[in-house]
């Protein structure tokens, strides 16, 4: 009798093992450490948005959305990207709702990306550009930023551009860093890319946040990069509902149609009494404009709270994450001294150098600071005390 053997498999992401995020969280809380690891709040969303969410699920929509996403919301988001940015995009045509900032990346990936198709990445990236990428056939090709100020080398883009290049990945305010991208950042890309069929897919789920007066600065608001490009944003990251998985891609029509094709697909559509009830919170512009200071004032009361520490740090600029340097404290790995501070100290944070596509020396840590004031007040006391 034949024996029975189970099937080989060969992995299509053999580097791939668990997040980080999941390591560094299920170490918290193993050790009952405060976890400023993972980018979520430990606070709740607004009750308004809740009631609306619950009047719409007890009005009965509960049944598929379109797949585009509900009509009514996506017009009020192409409203609020025309007061925002000044840019006309078609309710019916230039966007799709998504379930997540993360599926409308891998939908946009796989809608564009061929067998041996290159894609600019830039390091410390986000962990699921470059997956998503490789699911896909395609091949990742990666730009450091500068060690210094987390800046893009644009003369190196440049040379990394040929013709197997089909996308560059931005993201912006920018996770891990918390920096935002410059005007004459986009207008480089603006010009590298000008007659050229490469796509831009642009990371902005962090628009709302962002600090010291400073603005963020669009793809949509450059017209050489507004017709190639595809924008990614999330109701998660920006409402403090991380768990309700929701989001939305905007692009031309010619680009949407070929998104869509992959993203019905991937999830046809999504939560439909939850659309129902961001449409109507939206109505209250202050609901996402207040969002900047309200978040600036965590950092700096976390910033205020450690600046006698050994730690050193720039403010971050934008996102709810602020990185710090121990070099003054440690000499080992950033992976092995922030496993030791969840232990010894328990404070939870994330090592940047799991954003790199190769071994890196950083000594910086993340931590999020999106978080109530009692939490950060307990981080900070930790922090003083290494």
């Known amino acids: 009798m034949a024996h029975s053997s189970s099937p080989v498999i060969i992995s299509k992401l053999p580097q791939v093992g668990t997040t980080i995020f999941t390591v560094m969280s299920r170490l918290a809380a193993e050790h009952g450490a405060i976890n400023l690891s993972q980018g979520f709040p430990d606070f709740d969303c607004s ?12 009005d009965g929509h509960n049944q598929y959305a379109p797949m585009q996403g509900l009509l009514s919301l996506r ?36 809608a564009f990306i061929r067998e041996g198709d290159e894609v600019i990445l830039f390091a410390p990236a986000y962990d699921c550009y470059q997956p998503a990428i490789e699911l896909n056939g395609g091949v990742a090709v990666w730009s450091t930023l500068k060690q210094t100020d987390f800046s893009i080398d644009w003369p190196e883009v440049k040379k990394l551009i040929n013709h197997r290049t089909r996308m560059i990945i931005i993201n912006t305010p920018h996770n891990p860093s918390g920096t935002l991208l410059k005007k004459e950042d986009l ?44 924008l990614i944003f999330s109701f998660g990251k920006t409402f403090h509902v991380t768990g309700w998985k929701m989001g939305y891609a905007l692009a031309p029509a010619n680009l949407m149609a070929e998104f869509r094709k992959a993203h019905q697909f991937i999830v046809f559509a999504v939560n439909t009494p939850m659309q129902h009830g961001l449409n109507a919170y939206l109505q209250n512009e202050e609901n996402y404009n207040s969002l900047s200071a309200f978040y600036q004032q965590k950092r700096d009361f976390f910033l205020d709270g450690i600046k006698g520490s050994r730690f050193s740090f720039r403010p971050s600029g934008g996102t709810y994450f602020q990185l710090l ?54 981080a900070i006391d930790v922090i003083n005390s290494i």
């Open 325 to 378: 340097d121990y070099s003054a404290i440690a000499d080992e790995k950033d992976t092995d001294f922030s496993i030791r501070l969840t232990k010894e100290k328990k404070l939870a944070s994330i090592p940047i150098s799991v954003f790199y596509h190769e071994p890196v020396n950083t000594k910086v840590l993340r931590f999020c600071f999106a978080k109530k004031e009692e939490t950060l007040k307990r």
């Open 187 to 230: 207008e480089q890309l603006e010009k590298i890319t000008k007659g050229t069929d490469i796509l831009v897919l642009s990371d902005e789920v962090y628009e709302h946040l962002v600090f010291d007066g400073q603005e963020h600065n669009s793809v949509c608001k450059f017209p050489g990069l507004k017709e190639r490009s595809i």
């Open 75 to 110: 017009e009020t988001l192409c409203a609020k990207m025309n007061r925002a940015y000044n840019v006309n995009y078609h309710p019916e045509t230039d966007i799709t709702i998504t379930a997540g900032g993360t599926q409308a990346i891998y939908s946009a990936i796989s």
């Open 47 to 58: 009750p308004d948005l809740l009631r609306h969410v619950s009047k719409a699920m007890n």
